[in-house]
């Protein structure tokens, strides 16, 4: 009775232990791909987390290729690097189209910033996914107005697995899942650090957005 207990409980450890890395599903004699999305506010951590994840897979010898929209120059062109200046070397790309064309013979595919691409980010995500690929991106959910950003909301929707990461408010400590611009910048796409955005939880970010009706009545803001 105490063998058969015990042989459980081992069996039933190895398949748990199994169940937290991703790594660990994959197949050598099939390979089979997915699509993961890290996804929040600014200084929430995203590229943080992808960084990590690319370098253990790089670690455990997968051949692994990280894409960026050229746009995003901010600490260095042909880097990805976080706020807190984590680095992973990168390819910068004009649109999606040509992460098909670079990312040939590999194991995983890294796409930091992804708000800031086109549309077809999202069939290409599937097509290498479809093909055997990991697929890990990290972007933006919501614009600074509130909003869906870009194919983001798509990648969630097709993703086998999502990561919803928090900032912390600026205002009052809270979990924090907005983008607060306050420079007066208005386009939708606009790079900046902390001199240009804060992060924010839903109740300071919505003070934040009547005051700014008030001190601007000329500019609407949806929803």
Same mark, same amino acid.
């Given at each position: ?18 169940g ?8 050598k ?10 996804c ?5 951590g ?21 894409f960026?929209p050229t ?12 706020h807190?200046a ?16 670079l ?12 708000? @800031? @691409? ?11 996914a479809n ?8 972007g ?19 993703a ?13 400590g ?9 420079s007066?910048?208005?386009s ?7 001199d ?8 300071c ?8 009706m008030?001190?601007?009545?000329s ?5």
């Open positions: 009775m105490y063998c058969n207990g015990g042989a459980f409980k081992s069996n039933h450890q190895k398949t748990s232990t199994k937290m890395f991703l790594e660990n599903s994959r197949n004699s099939t390979k089979k791909g997915w699509i993961e999305v890290i929040g506010s600014m200084f929430s995203k590229t943080e987390e992808l960084i990590r994840r690319l370098k253990r897979a790089q670690f455990a010898k997968q051949k692994v290729e990280i960026k746009i995003d120059i901010r600490y260095a062109e042909t880097e990805v690097v976080s807190d984590n680095a992973i070397q990168s390819t910068p790309v004009p649109n999606s189209s040509n992460i098909l064309i990312a040939d013979d590999v194991d995983v595919v890294g796409i930091d910033e992804a708000q @800031f @691409f086109d549309m077809g980010l999202v069939q290409v995500c599937n097509q290498l093909s055997g690929v990991r697929v890990i991106i990290a933006l959910d919501m614009d600074y107005l509130g909003k869906p950003f870009g194919p983001i909301p798509n990648l969630l929707a097709t086998e697995y999502v990561t919803k990461v928090h900032a912390i408010c600026m205002r009052c809270e979990l924090a899942n907005h983008s607060h611009r306050f007066e910048e208005d939708l796409v606009a790079l900046g650090e902390k240009s955005y804060e992060p924010l939880c839903r109740g970010y919505k003070k934040t957005s009547v005051h700014h008030k001190d601007n009545p500019t609407k803001q949806e929803g």
